[in-house]
């Protein structure tokens, strides 16, 4: 942790992986007034809010357009007590970057986490190099710049090589561009918006009974009311293996008569319900 955001949590912004990492860029995109606060694990970032107190919100990533859902987060959420107060959209742009000196005839190695690696495995393959998973980007980096190995790169964002002083052999490295990742913002207070302040999101937990269409009743509220289910993703309750929790995300405002309609109908069909938040809809989702 730094001084900085040790003297001043309401400040700090905590997040997963080390400076340099994507979560940290999106940190500084959608809070550039806060201290970003580097935490080893999600479990600790969601303390340094929750528990800790030693930061006011957490940058966490919940989904990836070409890795599809970060797995993690949807264990934590239901057992958390803090709540989403916003969304953020990042682009993800990808350098191959090795110490100062390294060539790409030299390169033997890439370092970098393994969605990334995946990310990037046509060009990897295409250089000959042989991909070691790590256990982010932007720690990646600072391993190879400590290491000053000219035969290993990683694959990082450009903020992480700036910061560990890499050279960038090779911009946009991955095989794809359009590559995004979506965070959630948590906070220990519920902020909803103001109803009518233009578009809004709404997440939540639900858990139905087990029985047969307990899922096709509790969600025919959304679409007799007309209300945009946007994700629906469910995981095991960690009771037994026969009841299952979902995860669900929708457009509108629980103040919105439709969406209000529709909860009631969810909550009549559920044995458990809780809304993790509202907040608005991020620009890029008009693009």
Request: aromatic share 8%.
């Amino acid at each position: 942790m730094s001084d900085t955001a040790a003297d001043d949590p309401a400040r700090s912004i905590a997040f997963q992986g080390v400076l340099g990492a994507n979560s940290h860029i999106s940190c500084r995109e959608a809070f550039p007034a806060m201290t970003p606060l580097p935490c080893g694990t999600f479990e600790d970032a969601f303390a340094a809010v929750e528990t800790e107190r030693t930061a006011a919100l957490a940058m966490i990533p919940i989904e990836n357009s070409l890795g599809g859902r970060v797995a993690d987060i949807h264990h934590l959420l239901p057992n958390s007590s803090l709540y989403i107060v916003a969304e953020h959209f990042l682009p993800i742009q990808y350098k191959l970057a090795a110490p100062k000196g390294a060539t790409l005839e030299g390169l033997r190695e890439v370092w970098s986490h393994v969605q990334a690696l995946a990310q990037c495995r046509e060009q990897i393959r295409d250089l000959g190099l042989r991909p070691v998973v790590r256990a982010d980007t932007a720690g990646a980096a600072l391993e190879v710049a400590e290491m000053g190995d000219t035969s290993i790169a990683a694959v990082c964002p450009g903020l992480a090589a700036d910061l560990y002083g890499l050279d960038v052999l090779r911009n946009r490295f991955e095989d794809r561009i359009g590559n995004t990742t979506r965070f959630i913002v948590m906070s220990r207070a519920r902020k909803d918006p103001e109803p009518g302040d233009g578009p809004c999101m709404t997440s939540f937990i639900f858990q139905v009974r087990s029985v047969p269409a307990a899922l096709y009743k509790a969600l025919g509220g959304f679409a007799t009311n007309g209300v945009n289910i946007t994700k629906l993703e469910s995981c095991l309750s960690g009771e037994h293996f026969g009841v299952a929790l979902f995860y669900a995300e929708i457009e509108g405002h629980p103040a919105d008569l439709p969406v209000a309609r529709a909860l009631e109908e969810l909550d009549y069909f559920s044995t458990r319900m809780r809304t993790l938040g509202v907040y608005k809809a991020h620009s890029f989702r008009q693009r």
